[in-house]
């Protein structure tokens, strides 16, 4: 029986106007109905998951930032990692040296040196403003402990550079292309998978009673840990043969984990 739905925001609960559907709303619905408990897990930080919430009008489980921060429905804080000062230092020195554009998050702002035209473009796509810190380098470990530092680009040169900060910093930092044009980078250990496992040994369930929807790089570590993940349409090839099953939407996702649940029930009767 699968006792807890995850889905994945941008690109899979979430379209580009910020907005979540009525199928989807009434399909997590029925999830509720069905005693299926919901869990939000997303690269945006905590406070933008809570508009979601508003939305949609439920109380819901919250991984935040790729798995940095993990907060029950009841607001009970599981998990919190920044990165250590030192190492965000080296990383944000090494990604400002390029042309990128660069966002640093702690828990609930992002930051950035520079508030120009594109910063304020990629601004109406969060449910929060960018802060401009003109001395950000200085404020990491100080006002600022990052638990993210986002870069903003063409996939093929992000992923160049992807690289590059894996071969420099192997042993602590991950790295994720979670959208097309944005390349987190995390602390060492930071996935949505590894929060998932946090959750669900909180809640006392099995991995095998998850499922989970996702539409990029960094939902590939929640789709290892149950056979039940399911990957959007229109998600990179590469994203798509991790996942078990392909799914258009987050309701007809929903409607195949209903399914799977009553052939349950039906083989128990």
């Not at 993990?70 to 965000?88: C, G, K, P």
């Amino acid at each position: 029986m699968i006792k807890l739905f995850v889905s994945d925001l941008d690109g899979t609960l979430l379209n580009m106007e910020k907005q979540v559907s009525e199928q989807d709303i009434l399909a997590l619905k029925q999830l509720k109905e069905n005693r299926i408990d919901v869990c939000l897990a997303s690269g945006r930080m905590d406070i933008e998951i809570g508009e979601i919430l508003n939305m949609v009008g439920e109380r819901y489980h919250r991984i935040s930032q790729n798995g940095a921060f993990i907060n029950t429905n009841n607001d009970e804080s599981l998990h919190a990692l920044t990165f250590e000062d030192v190492i965000a230092r080296e990383v944000y020195e090494q990604v400002r040296s390029t042309d990128f554009i660069t966002i640093i998050a702690d828990y609930s702002k992002n930051y950035t040196e520079r508030r120009d035209e594109i910063i304020k473009s990629i601004e109406s796509r969060m449910f929060s403003p960018i802060v401009e810190n003109i001395d950000l380098i200085s404020s990491l470990g100080q006002s600022v402990n990052a638990s993210k530092i986002s870069v903003l680009g063409e996939y093929e040169a992000l992923a160049e550079l992807q690289q590059k900060l894996i071969d420099k910093h192997p042993d602590t930092i991950e790295t994720y292309i979670s959208d097309k044009q944005c390349l987190d980078i995390m602390p060492k250990n930071i996935s949505k998978g590894n929060a998932l496992m946090m959750l669900i040994e909180h809640l006392n369930i099995q991995s095998d009673e998850v499922a989970c929807i996702g539409d990029s790089f960094n939902d590939i570590p929640m789709f290892n840990m149950t056979p039940h993940s399911f990957a959007m349409e229109e998600a990179h090839p590469d994203v798509k043969k991790e996942a078990s099953y392909v799914a258009s939407s987050v309701h007809d996702a929903i409607k195949k984990v209903l399914e799977i649940n009553f052939s349950h029930l039906q083989k128990k009767a």
